[in-house]
């Protein structure tokens, strides 16, 4: 099956400060998702990008699918953007193949 | 729009006892419903998916003797955990996608503890 594997897997910073996340997978996919999850466990969808840039806010994402990798950038950190950041791909129909993620803390 | 509630947010039980989980789409038809399994500070493991009428596909080392799901309409799924262990004990999340959509929106998840 599909590897998703994501880096870095924690990341401290400075409210305020810059931040790219990665996710490479080693296989080709029809779509993938960015997730927040929160510290209550909820997961909030942040990006539905198999490939192309998307931008919403302070956050914005690329998927190169060529390449097997996506990014998301997180601009202007602020302390309720901790919590944990998925890519989830898809391998067939619908089944979701979920990264390793990223554990962000952001200190003000 | 595509919001997807799970009840309960929180269950203690027993060994040995059984305990249902729901999970709804409240506005829109979920065409199929996915039930995935947290452990603390790991990934999301997707353990079945089901269609609305048809059986669940499990995924390999899931025992669908102990996790019982049915997806009787469209915006309802139960996941049952049958003969509850503490090993069972885990973060329980579903997602639901439906027709014409292309992204899995999430429940808030429910906390299964087994005493």
């Known amino acids: 099956g599909i590897q998703v594997e994501q880096s870095p897997p924690d990341l401290i910073l400075q409210e305020g400060a810059n931040s790219t996340l990665r996710c490479n997978f080693s296989?080709?996919?029809?779509?993938l998702q960015w997730f927040h999850q929160n510290p209550w466990g909820q997961l909030i969808n942040l990006f539905y990008?198999?490939?192309g840039t998307k931008q919403n806010g302070r956050l914005s994402a690329t998927t190169v699918a060529t390449e097997r990798y996506s990014l998301l950038y997180i601009s202007s950190s602020q302390t309720t953007d901790s919590g944990v950041y998925f890519c989830a791909v898809e391998e067939g129909t619908y089944k979701y193949i979920f990264g390793t993620g990223t554990r962000l803390k952001v200190l003000a | 729009g595509a919001v997807v509630s799970q009840h309960p947010s929180r269950v203690i039980c027993k060994s040995g006892t059984s305990v249902k989980i729901e999970c709804r789409s409240l506005d829109f038809q979920a065409t199929t419903m996915f039930w995935y399994r947290q452990f603390p500070k790991q990934s999301l493991m997707l353990m079945a998916t089901s269609n609305e009428g048809s059986k669940a596909t499990y995924e390999q080392g899931v025992e669908k003797d102990k996790f019982l799901i049915n997806h009787a309409s469209l915006t309802l799924s139960t996941l049952t955990v049958t003969s509850a262990h503490p090993e069972d004990s885990s973060f329980y999340i579903c997602?639901?996608?439906?027709?014409?959509?292309?992204?899995?929106?999430f429940g808030p998840g429910t906390r299964l503890t087994v005493t």
């Open positions: 997602s639901a996608t439906g027709t014409g959509r292309y992204e899995q929106y």
């Open positions: 990008i198999p490939s």
């Open positions: 296989d080709s996919v029809n779509n």
